[in-house]
T-cell receptor, first 112, second 118 residues
Framework: GQNIDQPTEMTATEGAIVQINCTYQTSGFNGLFWYQQHAGEAPTFLSYNVLDGLEEKGRFSSFLSRSKGYSYLLLKELQMKDSASYLCAAEGSNFGNEKLTFGTGTRLTIIP | DTGVSQDPRHKITKRGQNVTFRCDPISEHNRLYWYRQTLGQGPEFLTYFQNEAQLEKSRLLSDRFSAERPKGSFSTLEIQRTEQGDSAMYLC???????WGTGANVLTFGAGSRLTVL
């Protein structure tokens, strides 16, 4: 099975930087996804890490350490529209087990 | 392509009734997933298909739940004898199969079907 842990809520200031952490324990692991979900909407893909290290994509970056079972999502130059839930998800590695297992999500609130 | 479509968007039913949800994936995607999400929680895996084959079902999926993907295109999720605990958003997602070991299996989600059981 897989266990994903991430903080339930975070608050940050517009224009600042915030880091959302995620730890995972899995019986088989292929890669780590981050999704963004605005209230009442579908989750949308943000990033994917399969190798250790940092992946940068504009204002968003994601980091993975496979040995530590740890990832983070870094959001820079925060905007009000970044207020959303951020979902960490681990992908299984075995054929027939390639589903994504999601954490509970971190609800991020941006304040002016 | 209009993305992943789900129907109906909202369903209100009485306890004990049967409900069916439909999902139309992105046309070139051969994988289709069903998830359930309740307020304040992340999506919870229910089942997934590769083409018409159902490859995995969650242990959470009781025998009241059944999913089909008869021609490897659209899928239906049926819940029989609904209970109040079934109230949730039912999310469908699709993805394209990748060459083993390369690329990201990115799931594209539909807007969901919200079920309320009274």
């Amino acid at each position: 099975g897989q266990n994903i842990d991430q903080p339930t809520e975070m608050t940050a200031t517009e224009g600042a930087i915030v880091q959302i952490n995620c730890t995972y324990q899995t019986s088989g692991f292929n890669g780590l996804f981050w999704y963004q979900q605005h209230a009442g909407e579908a989750p949308t893909f943000l990033s994917y890490n399969v190798l250790d290290g940092l992946e940068e994509k504009g204002r968003f970056s994601s980091f993975l350490s496979r040995s530590k079972g740890y990832s983070y999502l870094l959001l820079k130059e925060l905007q009000m529209k970044d207020s959303a839930s951020y979902l960490c998800a681990a992908e299984g590695s075995n054929f027939g087990n390639e589903k994504l297992t999601f954490g509970t999500g971190t609800r991020l609130t941006i304040i002016p | 392509d209009t993305g992943v479509s789900q129907d109906p968007r909202h369903k209100i039913t009485k306890r004990g009734q049967n409900v069916t949800f439909r999902c139309d994936p992105i046309s070139e995607h051969n994988r289709l997933y069903w998830y359930r999400q309740t307020l304040g929680q992340g999506p919870e895996f229910l089942t997934y298909f590769q083409n018409e084959a159902q490859l995995e079902k969650s242990r959470l999926l009781s025998d009241r739940f059944s999913a089909e993907r008869p021609k490897g295109s659209f899928s239906t999720l049926e819940i029989q004898r609904t209970e109040q605990g079934d109230s949730a958003m039912y999310l469908c997602a699709s993805s394209a199969a990748r060459t083993w070991g390369t690329g990201a299996n990115v799931l594209t989600f539909g807007a969901g079907s919200r079920l309320t059981v009274l």
